[in-house]
């Protein structure tokens, strides 16, 4: 039989610290709870997003075998030098008492639900009193929820941007969801990442090229088509035309692509000339043309250069040659068949300065679409949003311990304590309810996964539903 891939052994699926740690918990404690939360950082609310994939890729089903207690044995004496060391009558337990399914019970907010932080999130614990050990176990792929959760708040947050242009200078926000394509795939660390970060984008925006990302939405979030494109260029099929070819390589692409929104790098050596010379008069008719049948668009996507400066340099360029409107709001707007996307260099920071560049020269959003890759994708880390996991319950020999941690040399790491319930005060604020004091009929927090099986799922679209903007 294949050899079981790292990836696939639950046992192995933790930090080497927390092989041993179920012999450092106080006697007889049956009972670890411990939950998730965002500290706070960039920003001052997050998405809940992620959590899902993980359960059921790693948690969900018979997830533990012999064959797979066998190889941690192996590999644990070996990496430990201690062949004692490794808990293996636990998970053999689990093996025989539980047929291999997790004893574990897992609370939630809904994904796609918007929580300010410091707010609990998750919450964990043991569903067997033999297996208080299992709860933290867990903690490392379980806190991996860090990077979809991330990177759907960063995204939501580029939304909010965006949106908030098309308010004051476009007609109405109907664009919105095609305003930020993902260009994430090669920027991050590995195809799971792109899927997991490319379906995170997907919670509030409906562009992407990150196939991964929709991929990941069809197979664990119910969506048949998350995302969508169109035909594009690259360098390479640009230059490969030469430099004396760059407008024969234009006309091709307007002969390849005669209708349907299709977009074109242009900056392959001068995109000022470009704009101006060959699509703002050598190939203008044609674009105008195609343009005629009320939904062909041709794109173009400068790929250098000062973000701001560039994009609006070519909205002058492309005003003088295809002519605007002024909308309701009084801003500009070029005519619905030529449009520019700007996949270069977008970050939270630079959207607002593009965008502003613009209204300040009287351009509306509408003109402009925005791809971003690294910065969307791969840029954050678990302290982005300062996600952790801490246990604040235990029972211990029979009775309820109030745990917590309050580490002297940072007071923002003080955690939670008690069982914990999120809940609504009467304006409708979230509330974490601790110490146990917390209202379960009022507990916001829906039990996901129970022994072993998903107990709740959601689709994307409930959950773009609760992320809307
Ligand atoms: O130009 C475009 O218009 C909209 C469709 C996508 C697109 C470009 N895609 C892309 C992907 C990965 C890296 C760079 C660009």
């Known amino acids: 039989m ?10 192995l699926l933790t930090d080497s610290y927390k092989i041993a740690h179920y012999r450092q918990y106080p006697p007889k404690t049956t009972t670890v709870y411990s939950y998730f939360e965002s500290r706070g950082g960039d920003f001052p609310e997050t998405v809940f997003f992620g959590l899902q994939y993980i359960l059921e890729r790693y948690l969900a089903g018979p997830v533990v075998t012999q064959a797979k207690i066998d190889e941690a044995k ?32 897992i609370k939630a907010v809904p994904e796609g639900t918007v929580v300010p932080v410091k707010n609990v999130l998750i919450t964990i614990e043991n569903t067997d009193p033999q297996t208080y050990w299992l709860t933290n176990y867990l ?14 708040t960063y995204s939501r947050e580029l939304k909010k941007i965006i949106a908030g242009y098309l308010s004051e200078t476009a007609d109405d926000l109907s664009g919105l969801p095609f305003k930020l394509h993902d260009f994430g795939y090669r920027g991050v660390s590995s195809v799971e990442t792109a899927g997991i970060g490319g379906a995170s984008h997907l919670v509030n925006f409906m562009g992407t090229d990150t196939i991964a990302g929709f991929m990941l939405a069809r197979q664990y979030y119910g969506s048949t088509m998350a995302g969508y494109s169109i035909p594009a260029t690259e360098h390479s099929t640009m230059t490969s035309w030469g430099r004396a070819g760059e407008s024969a390589a234009y006309k091709n692409l307007l002969e390849q692509f005669p209708s349907g929104v299709v977009a074109c790098v242009s900056d392959s050596y001068d995109i000022f000339n470009a704009c101006e010379n060959i699509w703002g008069k050598e190939l203008k008719d044609l674009i105008v043309e195609r343009g005629k049948d009320g939904k062909s668009i041709l794109v173009i996507r400068p790929d250098s250069g000062d973000p701001a400066t560039v994009v609006v340099r070519i909205l002058e360029i492309f005003g003088e040659r295809f002519g605007t409107t002024t909308n309701s709001k009084g801003f500009k707007v070029l005519p619905p068949y030529i449009r520019i996307i700007q996949g270069d260099g977008i970050s939270y920071a630079s959207l607002k300065q593009i965008l502003q560049h613009m209204k300040d020269h009287k351009w509306s959003a509408d003109n402009v679409a925005y791809g971003s890759g690294g910065a969307l994708l791969q840029r954050h880390h678990r302290d982005t949003q300062k996600c952790a996991l801490k246990c604040s319950f ?44 917390g209202d379960p009929a009022k507990d916001l927090l829906v039990t996901v996964f129970e022994n072993g099986v998903m107990v709740k799922r959601w689709t994307l679209d409930e959950i773009r539903e609760r992320a809307a903007v």
Do not use: C
Not at 2 to 11: E, F, V, W, Y
Not at 410 to 431: A, C, M, W, Y
């Open 2 to 11: 294949a050899r079981q891939l790292m990836s696939d052994n639950i046992i």
């Open 394 to 437: 235990a029972v211990v020999n029979g009775e309820n311990v109030n745990v917590f941690k309050d580490p002297i040399t940072d007071p923002g790491k003080k955690s939670k304590t008690g069982r914990l319930t999120l809940e609504r005060t009467e304006d409708g604020k979230f509330v974490t309810q601790v110490e146990s004091k």
């Open 139 to 152: 903690e490392t792929i379980l806190v991996e929820v860090w990077y979809p959760l991330t990177v759907a």
């Open 74 to 105: 192996e590999v644990f004496a070996l990496h430990f030098g201690d062949d004692k060391l490794f808990n293996a009558e636990g998970w053999e337990y689990i093996l025989k008492e539980h047929n291999g399914h997790l004893p574990i019970r």
